[in-house]
Structure formats: structure tokens, C-alpha cells
């Protein structure tokens, strides 16, 4: 159960902190659409063809990840974490130990 708790707290943690992240992104769009106009064309091409798609790859990558660990979440709180989804078997505490947010065996997620 302590495993579990210690989990839970790891997941608790990244879920803020992801949250922050997020957070920060939508505070840091604001500032760019409104300073956009105090940059040179040229400049604000670069950061277009450079920096945006960057930056909206983190906030894509970042909320797959909260929603991951949003559902590991919940399936703690429902007492099915650690059992594959798909087969039912217990999922290596290793595997785990390595991807909390595994819902999967390594079987089946091949």
C-alpha cells in the first residue's frame, strides 16, 4: 500500500506540475500575441516557422501527459491500477516503476 501511496504522490506531483506548465503557456501566448506588433515582420516570420511549432508541440506532448496521468489517477482511486487494460494481467511492477502511467503490459502494448 506505501508503493501505491508513493505513486500516487509522484502522479499528484507531475499533474501540478504539468498544470503549471500549461498555465505558463497560455500566460506566455497572451504576452507573445500582444508584443508581436513591437517586432519586425522578419522576426515575427522566424519565430512563426521556429518557435511556434516548437512550443505547441510541448503544450500537445504536455497535455497527453496530464491526461495519462489523469486516468492512472483514476484507476487508483478505482483499485484497477497495475491490471493491463486490455488482458487483465498483472502489469510488471517494473514497468511501473519506470512508466506510472503504464496501462498496458508490455505484451499488449506492443
Known amino acids: 500500500m506505501s508503493n501505491l501511496n508513493q505513486i500516487k504522490q509522484s502522479l499528484e506531483e507531475q ?4 498544470l503549471q506548465r ?3 503557456f497560455a500566460t506566455e501566448d497572451l504576452f507573445l500575441r500582444d508584443s508581436v506588433s513591437e517586432v519586425s515582420s522578419a522576426e515575427h516570420q522566424m519565430w512563426l516557422t521556429e518557435v511556434a511549432p516548437l512550443r505547441m508541440e510541448v503544450k500537445a506532448h ?8 489523469q486516468h492512472s489517477l483514476q484507476r487508483l482511486e478505482q483499485g484497477s491500477y497495475g491490471r493491463c ?6 502489469i510488471d511492477a517494473q514497468r511501473l516503476r519506470i ?3 503504464a496501462a498496458k503490459c508490455q505484451e499488449c502494448s506492443k
Open 15 to 18: 499533474k501540478k506540475q504539468l
Open 22 to 24: 500549461l498555465d505558463s
Open 62 to 69: 504536455s497535455g497527453n501527459l496530464l491526461k495519462e496521468i
Open 85 to 90: 487494460e486490455k488482458c487483465g494481467q498483472q
Open 99 to 101: 512508466i506510472a502511467t
